[in-house]
């Protein structure tokens, strides 16, 4: 017997727990929160998810979502309570393996005790039934994010913490898993998300309902949902290890002529960053190009990335290229972010510079010597060390962290420098890796030169480095 019902123990069964030996210990809850830096509510402790199923609904025209989400998990340790993260939304049922469990809200935790406590290493299935109207969000830095109606359905981003509007889950960076999205719209509206169309069935009065699935692992910030009229085409690009890779692009009917050219470039950017960072790491990709203005930026949901608008060459790089960098290989905490926007950043000066624009270093010096003109903030504070949440999409990370990968570059020469990127990829390929993870593969690449400097001067350093 190793599973104590909190509500049975007595004085002397609890003293029998604390000093039995071998038998059954008490669980204890997993605790809300997973200590990231940058957002302490973010995430929880005590579980890993490995598989989201979540079963959605959603009318446009009242703005309501309704479902089940279906979470597979691993518990850490014993268990007597755990959290999820769910913003807004109106639980109605939650069960763990099966049975109803007891449940509350306390601002975006829902705390779950389950009937059975929950013993470490083992595999449970919670499920939680829930409706409402979910939230749009606004970041730390202002921007929106979480659900976004649009004038024909609606558009779900999650960067950082927008996915708990749409569905409760262990929401940090830190607990990838895979997924399986369903969603019924009404006759005639698309679902486009991530991963791959496994079925799409209805088309009649009921709804259509699309169920796009994704084996690889995702960090819940990267799910998204583009509901309504899109424009929906399908084609092939050759990968390593897949002569035919699905591509799957959707626009919106408003942004099809300024998107045809941008789309058709695909196939060569996607060649081109393989080319430099290694295989691509996932079974299909596309874009979703949603009406201009239905959000405040692009994102590089995984495999499918949203552009509000049709991006220019740069920034449909710097997305795609997120695939390998932010996508593949995620951030242990946000305070890592810099390791996402600086490859990225970097790799659009690397487009740049092999379509016959300016040399990275160019780049790179125009940035260092008119830096305080042009980007006001460029040294504000240094890429790994961002000064609060409300910062962390700020130039620094982005320019000054590419900045970073720029030196590396300088210091090692182009063939270690593309063996290094590749091989961190590699490395760190659907999983999680920090700043520390990064510095110590750098060096182990290339012992003999001397990278304390750059780390000093240009990662942690404040303030402008002295040199460039
Ligand atoms: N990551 C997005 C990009 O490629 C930008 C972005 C959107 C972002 N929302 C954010 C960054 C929230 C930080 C936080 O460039
Ligand atoms: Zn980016």
Known sequence: MSRFAPVALTVTSALLVLTACGGGVQGTPGGSRVRDPYFPKAGNGGYDVTHYALDLAYDPDDRRLTGTAEITARAGKDLSAFDLDLKGMDVERVTVEGERARWSRNGQELVVRPHDELDKGETFRLTVRYAGTPQTITDADGSQEGWLPTVDGALALGEPMGSMAWFPGNHHPSDKASYDI????????QVVSNGELADRSGDGDGGTTFHWRTAEPMASYLAA???GDYDIRRSTVPVTGNSALPVYTAVAPSEED??????????????????????????????IIAREGAAGYALETQSRPVFPG?????????ELVHQWFGNSVTPKSWRDMWLNEGFATYAEWLWEEDDGGDSAQETFDALYDHGEDDYEDLW???????TS???????????RGAMVIHKIRQTVGDDTFYDIVQGWAADHRHGNADTADFTAYVEEQAPDEDFDGIWEDWLYGDGKPAHP
């Open 389 to 399: 949440a409300a910062h962390i999409s700020d130039d620094p990370v982005y320019q």
């Open 182 to 189: 369903s969603v019924t719209v009404p006759e005639g509206l």
């Open 225 to 227: 949902l583009a509901i």
């Open 310 to 318: 049709a991006p220019g060459t740069g920034l449909f790089v710097h």
């Open 258 to 287: 300024s998107s045809r050219e941008i789309l058709s470039e695909l196939p060569e950017i996607m060649e081109w960053a393989e080319t430099n960072f290694g295989p691509y790491p996932f079974a299909s990709t596309g874009a």
């Open 380 to 386: 504000s504070f240094p890429p790994a060390k961002p």
